[in-house]
């Protein structure tokens, strides 16, 4: 009961640890656009407005538009799990991030169970408490949305109910481990690279058991009991959870037609046939998510936890030797976190987007459990669970901790103490920096002055012309602002876009919203001047809008031809 105490009180620790980081200044940085471009349906279904939804496929019920899909590959999970927080706290920035910050309340609950139930309750709290503090997890959980952070708690809830299957409990377990592979597959469809390390997990993990069950042709050697009903079970499960995804398909094709079109490079220009330096890319990103560094640099800052590569390397090798030395009974359970490591991130060499960081956000409690079990397979088979500080310090032999303590557990809670220590203070550094920077890029603050601006100065069309700034304006004034996007998703500027400027050129009126030039994705600016230039008139700026470093962001300009300046109409 005392032990069963001391694990609760630990594992509400670090929930509270975890909740004061992400929940501190909540509204920082800025909303993204991949934020608000997923809950922008949630808001409409909710105000009755028309609903926007991805190649315009949906289901109708009740004369209203109910969208599937908020890309090609991700679904809109995200949009109905925002919609209850949305109608409970309204239509703002904190509704959109508390959703995905419960979400990573729940992958640390759920890393708890896999550990305790994987390996032994020491397992369970150790990696909780580690992975509550690492500073990728705890600021991709305040973005969330734009991470799709839901699928790190899928795939853990998912070998979970595997792992109670194949213990022999019932076949129920099984089904619900379907229900969730498809489930993921459909939040996002490089869900597929756990599934994909899952199966390498089964198969290299337990080849001696395939063996024995091809020599005597039947599942005997395996703990599980399957027949082929259950594998039928399992299989509509699997169809059951990623439906939406296959209706997305029969109605656009969007997934096939994105898969197909971007198998040998993508849109963003990676290589997929270049697997090698695709590799070393993914794992050089993978080391600096691990190390929480310079992909939060929207945070305002550079910092880093070196100790987590070394962590992690280090609990490889550790497992390898106590394995092979003295735990040989416990091989397969001891590697299977490192396999699904390492099966993700070969996986990841292939994408039909590009090698970004983000992509790991489905990884970031598997490293946690690697090094919490490395750490407990040590202190109990290498032996230092038996000796205790009593044996080691005579001047302390009779004291209450000295007979209680372990050398193992004291090992735990110094790598531990050391990994939580350092990452809590890379959180605070990351937090001081974006108190004083607000974010940067397209993550920062200075999307609420440009929000409110347009809305104080009636500017209720602002026609927008970059990536990043038009669903972030209708959330913030909830569709009050109705931004029209003309900058087309080229990466050079064409003749549509030509057109579609000379028609906005038409209404005098008209304020285009640019960002700065060192902030500009789709480059349109001198293409704009050209076309302005050819109809004889003049780029008037407006507003400099700036982020709290005083750096330019957006720049809003009118156009006004030669007689509304000799007039002074402007």
């Known amino acids: 009961m005392k ?128 992975l509550a503090v690492q500073p990728s997890f705890v600021f991709w959980s305040r973005q969330g949305i734009f991470v799709t952070n839901v699928t790190a708690p899928i795939a853990l809830a998912c070998v979970l109910y595997a792992l109670r299957w194949w213990r022999g409990q019932p076949a129920r377990n099984l089904y619900a481990a379907a229900f969730l592979c498809g489930l993921g597959l459909y939040a996002k469809f490089l869900f597929l690279w756990i599934i994909g390390a899952l199966i390498v997990a089964l198969v290299v993990l337990n080849a001696d058991r395939w ?66 330096l695709n590799l070393r890319v993914r794992i050089q990103r993978f080391r600096a998510v691990l190390e929480g560094s310079h992909h939060l640099w929207y945070l305002g800052g550079n910092f880093n936890d070196r100790y987590w590569s070394w962590a992690l390397v280090g609990a490889l090798v550790i497992t390898g030797l106590v394995v092979v030395l003295r735990a040989r009974d416990e091989w397969r359970r001891a590697f299977f976190p490192f396999v699904v490591i390492g099966c993700v991130i070969v996986a990841s060499t292939v994408t039909i987007s590009a090698l970004w960081f983000t ?25 230092l669970d038996r000796l205790h500080l009593g044996r080691l310090v005579p001047a302390r032999r009779d004291s209450y901790l000295a007979q209680e303590i372990s050398l193992g557990l004291a090992l735990i809670v110094l790598i531990a103490a050391l990994l939580i220590g350092t990452d809590l203070r890379v959180d605070r550094a990351y937090h001081h920096e974006l108190t004083r920077s607000g974010g940067a890029g397209a993550h920062s603050a200075a999307i609420y002055k440009l929000a409110a601006y347009l809305e104080k100065e ?45 028609e906005t ?16 994705v789709f480059q349109r600016r001198e293409a704009f001047e050209t076309e302005v230039t050819a109809e004889g008139k003049t780029i008037v700026e407006e507003k400099v809008i700036r982020d709290r470093s005083t750096i330019p962001i957006f720049v809003l300009v009118r156009v006004e031809s030669e007689q509304q300046i000799a007039n002074g109409e402007w």
């Open 211 to 276: 063996w024995q069950a091809l020599r005597q042709r039947s599942l005997a050697p395996f703990p599980f009991h399957l027949t082929w009903q259950r594998v039928l079970l399992a299989g509509l499960c699997f169809l059951l959870g990623m439906a939406p995804l296959i209706l997305f398909n029969i109605q656009t094709q969007g997934t096939i037609l994105t898969l197909t079109g971007n198998a040998t490079s993508s849109y963003y220009n990676t290589d997929n046939l270049n697997l090698p």
């Open 359 to 383: 992509h790991f956000a489905i990884l970031m409690p598997w490293p946690a459990l690697a090094v919490a079990m490395a750490l407990d397979l040590l202190a109990r088979r290498g032996g």
């Open 505 to 520: 050129l038409q209404n005098p009126d008209n304020v285009y919203v640019f960002h700065s030039p060192q902030e500009t």
């Open 3 to 130: 032990m069963r105490a001391i694990e609760v009180a630990l594992l509400l620790l670090g929930l509270g640890a975890f909740l004061t980081l992400t929940l501190y200044q909540i509204s920082l940085p800025g909303l993204h656009y991949d934020e608000a471009v997923e809950v922008l349906p949630a808001m409409q279904l909710l105000l009755g407005q028309p609903v926007i939804t991805h190649r315009d496929s949906g289901i109708h019920l009740g004369g209203r538009l109910f969208p599937i899909m908020v890309m090609d590959y991700i679904g809109a999970l995200n949009t109905y799990l925002t919609l209850p927080f949305f109608v409970l706290l309204g239509i703002n920035v904190f509704a959109i991030r508390l959703m995905p910050i419960l979400v990573g309340v729940l992958t640390l609950l759920l890393l708890y169970r896999l550990g305790r139930e994987l390996y032994n309750p020491r397992v369970g709290v150790v990696a909780a408490l580690l």
């Open 458 to 502: 009636g500017i209720t069309q602002p026609v927008i012309m970059d990536w990043g700034i038009d669903a972030p304006l209708r959330i913030l004034t909830r569709g009050r602002v109705q931004p029209v996007e003309i900058f087309g998703y080229e990466w050079e500027a064409g003749e549509d876009f030509r057109r579609r400027v000379a």
